[in-house]
């Protein structure tokens, strides 16, 4: 995932729109385990690596720290993953034949610049 979105969300939906990946979930979608707010799938979001220079759904937000930054979508970090998705943070998608698509099956792509203390400390990521 790499991106999160906090309960400083609006529900504007202007970042929906800016995602390369179409990674964010409005409101309301039965994939979308938050209430009240927009959800990023961890096993989509790549941080826009390849695409842009920075996450598009931050520059298009319009309320500060509603988006922060969170742990890549890397085997290192499957454990913190699927304990997320069992506690209802997060809501893995679960393939047919591969199970439950956490990083050990499908990694995704994250910006390498940002460190880990920035990461643990969902930092806004507009302010890199």
């Not at 929906?16 to 989509?44: F, H, M, Q, R, T």
């Not at 591969?98 to 969902?122: C, N, S, W, Y």
Request: proline letters at 6%; hydrophobic letters at 35%; charged letters at 30%.
């Amino acid at each position: 995932m790499a991106v999160k979105i906090t309960e400083e969300c609006i529900s504007c939906e202007a970042c929906a729109s800016e995602c390369p990946v179409a990674a964010i979930l409005p409101d309301g979608n039965e994939k979308n385990p938050k209430d009240g707010i927009l959800y990023v799938k961890p096993e989509s979001c790549v941080e826009c690596v390849d695409h842009a220079d920075s996450p598009r759904c931050a520059e298009a937000c319009p309320t500060e720290g509603a988006i922060v930054w969170d742990m890549p979508y890397t085997v290192d970090f499957n454990s913190y993953y699927l304990t997320g998705n069992e506690k209802g943070e997060y809501k893995i998608r679960e393939h047919k034949t591969k199970g439950l698509m956490l990083p050990e099956v499908k990694e995704q792509k994250f910006r390498a610049d940002i460190t880990m203390a920035t990461r643990e400390a969902h930092a806004n990521v507009s302010d890199f």
